[in-house]
């Protein structure tokens, strides 16, 4: 208890001198908080009914923001510009930044408990690096939707692991309020309830058979086939699908609530839809598994899993082929390149496309190979969960990665942080060098935010880059 605290006491302090630093360097609404900060403060204001309609997202940010300021300045006597200031509304992300680090420290808990081999200090460690994730914590420091979002959704995920389904159904209502994508995230929570039933179905399967060369954990390609074939039979079973359904209901409420928002919105965007198009954009996939690798390479890129991949690779050329064939064809056909992408060299993927997708038309082919790879990598160290949650994961997955145009790191930050939870706790010299690549990034990041400004030709505010 006492380590803990001191971590998370320690993280908090660091987060303060940095917020101080960022509050000093950009005291007005930059990017993005053009367009939260005027409705957060219309909000506190009491106007409620006045709505930019170039903001995408519902209004949880600016409700919870007016709901924790407005009784602190009444409690500390505090008027005039000061409330709802720009400081202050960021000073909100900086509150869900430690709920966040808290929420980490009980998911790691609770996922790792019959792990009697994991120390507290491994955990307390695992739940530093994750609350320094670069991409999260960046944005701590800004009035963006991204803290509470991640917030409430790990808040409804813990709720669920604990079994407390309508308490978790009602955070990923407030997680949906902060991003209508989150909703794929309540059908995550959903999952984890089939997935444990069908798990447990499936191992009463195979000891009624006595077919010990199947695994409920792992198999090869023929061994899913028989287990797709096994989801299929017992998911048209009518008593099945009571059961599920009363394990479920309150997601199933939710989900019905947001499928009637979409007819009545017209859309899941709300506000401006021109720039925020959905279309099958499959490469995605392959976008978040290099950013996976990229930020977990401590755990997914070492000499034995490549020597490992190469051995699979060996044994299976005709299923690697197939693959093989599969993605030239996505990427062939399915590659979009949103004008956001390639217009504001403001964030790192407008340069990350330029550098290396924009080199030669043929860079995004000859990279298919290491998304193989990475897909490999990835899927090998999940090989500890049942099959059933791999593949309820890998649904969500693709249906939050796969319908959105523009390439953003951003939407890729709830989806890594579940599958970094439920990975196995790696030894401590790969966590130290993970903690240590972090918090490179992170200082590279802040540096070149604060330090490493630029104007554009037709604009006099200073420009800075950011993920």
């Not at 509470?148 to 808040?155: A, I, K, P, Y």
């Not at 995920?157 to 159904?169: D, E, F």
């Not at 056909?333 to 997708?357: G, I, P």
């Not at 899927?379 to 099959?387: E, G, H, P, V």
Request: aromatic share 20%.
């Amino acid at each position: 208890a006492a380590k803990f605290s001191g971590a998370m006491s320690g993280a908090f302090l660091l987060s303060c001198l940095l917020f101080a630093a960022i509050s000093r360097r950009q005291r007005g609404p930059y990017m993005d908080e053009v367009f939260h900060v005027p409705q957060a403060q219309a909000y506190c204001h009491g106007r409620f009914l006045q709505w930019d309609p170039m903001i995408t997202t519902l209004p949880g940010l600016y409700l919870v923001s007016v709901g924790v300021v407005k009784p602190a300045a009444w409690l500390l006597g505090w008027t005039g510009s000061v409330v709802c200031s720009v400081g202050m509304l960021r000073f909100i992300n900086l509150l869900f930044s430690a709920g966040n680090f808290y929420l980490l420290y009980l998911l790691l808990f609770k996922i790792h408990q019959k792990n009697k081999a994991v120390s507290g200090f491994q955990r307390i460690l695992s739940t530093l690096i994750l609350a320094m994730f670069p991409t999260l914590y960046f944005f701590t420091f800004l009035y963006y939707t991204d803290p509470g979002s991640v917030f409430f959704t790990l808040f409804a995920y813990l709720m669920c692991l604990y079994g407390n389904h309508k308490t978790s159904a009602l955070l990923g209502f407030c997680g949906f309020m902060f991003r209508q994508t989150n909703i794929v995230w309540t059908i995550f929570c959903a999952g984890n309830v089939v997935a444990e039933k069908l798990n447990e179905a499936w191992k009463t399967e195979l000891q009624k058979k006595k077919d010990e060369k199947i695994s409920s954990k792992k198999g090869s390609f023929s061994d899913l086939t028989r287990i797709l074939q096994f989801l299929i039979k017992y998911l048209i079973s009518p008593k099945n699908l009571v059961i599920l359904t009363a394990l479920t209901w309150p997601y199933i409420i939710l989900v019905t609530v947001f499928f009637g928002f979409v007819i009545i919105n017209g859309g899941i965007v709300v506000g401006d839809r021109s720039s925020h198009e959905a279309c099958l954009h499959f490469p995605q996939l392959f976008y978040f598994l290099s950013f996976t690798v990229f930020f977990s390479f401590p755990h997914l890129l070492t000499p034995t899993k490549i020597r490992k991949f190469l051995l699979s690779l060996r044994k299976h050329p005709v299923q690697y082929s197939l693959i093989t064939i599969i993605s030239l064809f996505l990427i062939w056909k399915f590659t979009y390149v949103h004008k956001y992408l390639l217009a504001d060299n403001r964030h790192y993927t407008f340069y990350v496309w330029r550098k290396v997708f924009q080199r030669h038309e043929l860079v995004k082919y000859v990279l298919v190979p290491f998304y193989i790879f990475a897909g490999w990598t990835f899927t090998d160290t999940l090989k500890s969960k049942s099959i059933f949650w791999i593949l309820m994961y890998f649904v969500c997955l693709l249906a939050v990665t796969v319908p959105q145009k523009l390439l953003e790191f951003r939407y890729f930050i709830l989806p890594f942080l579940i599958y970094r939870l439920n990975i196995p706790f790696p030894s401590m010299y790969r966590q130290l060098l993970e903690l240590a690549f972090y918090i490179v990034v992170n200082a590279v990041t802040f540096y070149l935010f604060l330090n490493r400004t630029f104007r554009w030709e037709n604009s006099d505010e200073i420009q800075r880059f950011m993920w």
